[in-house]
């Protein structure tokens, strides 16, 4: 009876570590928040079983290591992301995670003009003589020059006719360290801090964020309730240029901030034996910058289409996002199935939906195989044109950003995990993400009506990475 | 009208509740729910690439945790 009463205690324990943690977990990259814990049970399994993984994580440290290599096609951005991550978990359930990540990103970005049938030349600033050292914005392929009457010292870059007009200075560095600690008040209810800093050359992000779990039902429902505060400080090189001004070489003005502040309110629920689900909702309020400094938008003639200006872009400075996610894990004999819904919207008129399905499949006590598939789905916002036309009134706001146009996009993936050991995993996943929509806008003048205007992503990315537990 | 609406918060909770009471298992059938491969999240890292990518390539981003976005990419 001590036994069975002594086990029961650690599992229902374990049981609270599982369930206070599943929703707050997984915005790896802006929030380090702790990682769902595994329950301290071997129920149900024998060694060597395809579904052996049920060690407990009370008293261990785990360390997880990974390199994400991620490729646009098209000579476009190109990104190495090594992830170092440590979680040590007491044997009273509190945990304490640490995250470390570096971010190398290169090559070339849409810069939001129209492609068009004539070559065209984009001007920006550049660096005093003598400071030649590379920045986000345009220096890859421009030539420096000088602008007559003037003396001033510019860039400019040309783009071939037909061609999307890409940024191909784009290159930067980012850091960003996570820390998470997270405390076990009884069996039932969990607090848990982070907090999170990034830097790059042009950016500054630094946020906190806490929550509260509770169990309730046998531990089979967690409520949880968090909130997070983020200030972001935007530094472009050049400085900030003026919205909606004409593109031109002249350093810019000061730097801008941003503050971010977000509600999340879930509840996970245990279904059945077989089936766990999690449903969640966020609330965002972002206010401050929010441009992209780097982007123009083309401002064309009616009649021909032809550009005639570009213009730095303009979004508003007051953003409210909100989602509803559905998540479920379903076991059907040894396998999983990973299945996500999520419905958003903002008040720049973004609506989305995302459906995402993964089957993990042990194909041995010691390998599985995970296929995955995301579909994703999203309006434009109110103020997104692929161009303006002259001779037209300013609109307030307009971006041609094509991350806030109309599209679609799929993700197919593979995994692949290798348990090395009881305790260790490694891990590899390859995906293909690829961003369709219209090219072409009904009613576009003159020969932009022939141009591709579509300026999505076709990117490869592998993942690979190694996780080690040690008691 | 504040305090109706409140009441009736508090009994929509309160129903959910008592909803969720009758679902669930009894702590000796957790057997299948205590696979590390039943959690939410079994590779953070690997979730935390994906943020990444799609808040910087898309318009939307939170669902499974804050909204925020903690780089200058999007």
């Given at each position: 009876m ?7 205690g650690?599992?229902?324990?374990a ?21 769902p ?9 024998s ?56 971010d ?17 030349t ?16 345009a ?13 001033a ?43 999170n800093?990034?830097r ?23 409520l949880t309730?968090g ?31 941003k ?40 401002v064309?003639?009616?009649i ?37 819904f ?57 971006s041609?950003?094509?991350r ?14 290798f ?53 | ?25 009894k ?36 669902g ?8 200058g990419c999007?």
């Open positions: 001590q036994l069975r009463k002594r086990k029961m650690r599992v229902s324990r049981l609270g570590l599982v369930t206070a943690n599943l929703f707050v977990a997984t915005n790896g990259y802006a929030q380090a928040v702790p990682a814990q595994p329950p301290a049970t071997h129920l149900g399994n060694s060597g079983s395809v579904t052996d993984d049920t060690q407990s994580d009370l008293g261990t440290i785990t360390t997880d290591g990974s390199v994400l290599f991620y490729q646009e096609k098209g000579g476009r951005v190109k990104a190495v992301e090594p992830v170092a991550r440590l979680k040590f978990t007491g044997e009273n359930g509190d945990t304490f995670s640490l995250k470390a990540t570096y190398s990103l290169t090559g070339a970005t849409p810069n939001g003009a129209t492609p068009w049938k004539e070559t065209q984009f001007t920006t600033p550049t660096t005093p003589p003598g400071h030649e050292e590379a920045v986000t914005g220096s890859g392929n421009s030539t420096i020059v000088i602008v007559p009457g003037t003396g010292r510019v860039a400019q870059y040309q783009i071939a006719p037909h061609q999307l007009p890409l940024d191909a200075g784009f290159r930067d560095r980012r850091y960003a360290l996570n820390l998470s600690y997270s405390h076990l008040f009884n069996p039932n209810t969990r607090i848990t801090f982070g907090l800093g990034s790059e050359r042009d950016y500054r992000s630094y946020s906190a964020n806490t929550s509260l779990s509770q169990d309730f039902n046998d531990h089979n429902t967690t309730v909130v997070n505060y983020e200030y972001d400080q935007s530094r472009p090189h050049f400085g900030t240029p003026t919205p909606l001004t004409e593109m031109n070489g002249l350093i810019k003005g000061p730097g801008e901030n503050h971010v502040f977000s509600v999340i309110a879930g509840v996970t629920q245990v279904m059945t034996r077989f089936w766990l689900l999690q449903l969640n909702y966020t609330i965002g309020w972002n206010n401050g910058y929010q441009n992209d400094p780097y982007k123009i938008i083309s064309v003639d009616p021909t289409g032809a550009p005639q200006q570009y213009l730095y872009e303009n979004r508003p400075r007051s953003r409210t996002r909100q989602s509803v996610y559905l998540g479920n894990k379903i076991a059907i004999g040894p396998t999983v199935a990973d299945l996500s999520r419905y958003y919207h903002d008040s720049w008129k973004v609506d989305s939906i995302t459906a995402e399905i993964a089957e993990r499949v042990p194909i041995s006590s010691w390998f599985y195989v995970e296929p995955d598939f995301r579909y994703y789905h999203q309006t434009a916002a109110s103020f997104f044109n692929y161009y303006l036309l002259a001779g037209q009134p300013l609109p307030s706001y307009a041609a950003d094509y806030l146009g109309r599209f679609t996009a799929k993700t197919i993936g593979l995994k692949l995990g348990k090395v050991s009881r305790d260790g995993e490694f891990y590899v996943l390859g995906e293909d993400y690829k961003q369709t929509g219209a090219s072409t806008v009904p009613g576009a003048p003159g020969d932009l009506a022939n141009e591709n205007l579509f300026a999505g992503v076709h990117a490869r990315s592998v993942m690979v990475g190694f996780s080690y537990t040690f008691r | 009208m504040k305090i109706t609406r409140s009441l009736l918060a508090v009994i929509g909770f309160s129903c959910l509740l008592s909803a969720c009471s009758v679902l669930g298992v702590p000796w059938d957790r057997d299948i729910m205590a696979r590390k491969s039943m959690q939410l999240n079994t590779h953070p890292n690997l979730t935390a690439y994906h943020e990444h990518i799609y808040f910087s390539k898309e318009g939307s981003s939170g499974r945790t804050f909204d925020g976005g903690g780089c999007n």
